[in-house]
């Protein structure tokens, strides 16, 4: 049984009601994301329809509308873009179809967002990998898709850290794969994958076990917050006043807060007082906390962007900072 959490922290990564993975068509009727998709010619204020005078779409509306039937809270129609004759008018059902084949009965989370603009899907496609002390990693796929254009369509590798439901990459590994059923391809497309994700799983514990062996205590691990996320400098007016700067002091104290609170819950984990702790702490406060919306759609996409990214500058800062720490104690020991 695949474990799943209720995506409390990440929305996008879990589905409160399932306890075990399932048919990612299955998920997506679930989650109401396979939807007709409406579409009609852009019109002027005049009623006329501006056509394509040449080539290939000679004679095709300009533009058209597409639209997401009978969709809105009240059962209205609801406007999802505007787009060239070129682009496509299905939904997500082909892609749906196609993950399916690829990992047959592997989804472990479906997300339809803003109001079907975006999904979010995902698939764990490997057993649990136990670092040390029950500090499990799952082998996972992202994929993500749009009808708005606000989001790529694209499939992604990462690693689903169980004990404190992180999400992380190390690695820019994203994959593409055509939208068809066609036996041959899916087979090549699935080894292809697959090999992708074991050589970032190797990666990913070679990663885990050099931080795992790096001792850090807790002096050291506060020296390296103030020097990564230091107090913003005092500003004084032309009097010598002191100038509040309230956002920026707020920032700090968010960001502080949110490392020192996530590092303590790794004190009670399953690699306390080393570097891994300090990692995964990190990392937890700057993809939970300093991701937060009041808007759940919104914090999601965060989340996916700062993933796809890799925009981890405070984790990315500390970890340098870690590998300078085990640098510095191997140079003392010659």
Request: glycine share 6%.
């Amino acid at each position: 049984m695949v474990r799943t959490f209720d995506g409390g922290e990440y929305p996008a990564m879990g589905t409160a009601d399932r306890e075990t993975s399932t048919n990612v068509v299955d998920a997506a009727l679930d989650a109401g994301a396979l939807f007709k998709v409406k579409t009609e010619p852009l019109s002027l204020s005049d009623g006329t329809i501006p056509l394509i005078k040449s080539g290939k779409y000679e004679g095709q509306p300009k533009r058209n509308i597409l639209s997401r039937e009978h969709g809105g809270v009240d059962g209205e129609d609801v406007f999802l873009n505007v787009v060239h004759p070129s682009h496509p008018t299905s939904n997500y059902k082909q892609l749906c179809e196609t993950a399916e084949a690829l990992f047959p009965g592997t989804c472990t989370g479906f997300k339809c967002l803003d109001e079907g603009r975006k999904i979010i899907f995902t698939q764990q496609i490997g057993e649990e990998v136990d670092l040390g002390g029950g500090d499990f990693i799952a082998p996972n796929l992202m994929w993500a898709a749009s009808l708005d254009s606000s989001f790529p369509s694209l499939g992604m590798h990462y690693l689903h850290r169980l004990w404190c439901m992180n999400q992380e990459r190390i690695a820019d590994v994203m994959f593409k794969v055509k939208r068809t059923t066609r036996h041959d391809q899916i087979l090549l497309e699935r080894s292809t994958i697959l090999a992708d994700s074991m050589g970032v799983l190797q990666d990913f514990i070679k990663h885990a076990t050099f931080l795992r062996d790096i001792k850090v205590s807790n002096s050291e691990f506060e020296r390296m917050l103030a020097n990564v996320v230091p107090k913003p400098e005092e500003r004084f007016n032309d009097e010598g006043d002191l100038i509040p700067n309230t956002r920026a002091m707020n920032a700090w104290e968010k960001k502080r807060s949110a490392i020192r609170y996530y590092y303590k819950e790794e004190q009670d984990g399953p690699a306390p007082g080393t570097a891994w702790a300090v990692w995964n702490a990190v990392q937890s406060a700057e993809s939970h906390e300093l991701t937060k919306s009041s808007d759940p759609d919104k914090q999601v996409i965060k989340q996916v962007d700062q993933l796809r990214s890799l925009d981890y500058p405070i984790t990315n800062a500390f970890n340098s900072k870690l590998r300078d720490l085990d640098d510095t104690r191997a140079v003392a020991l010659v």
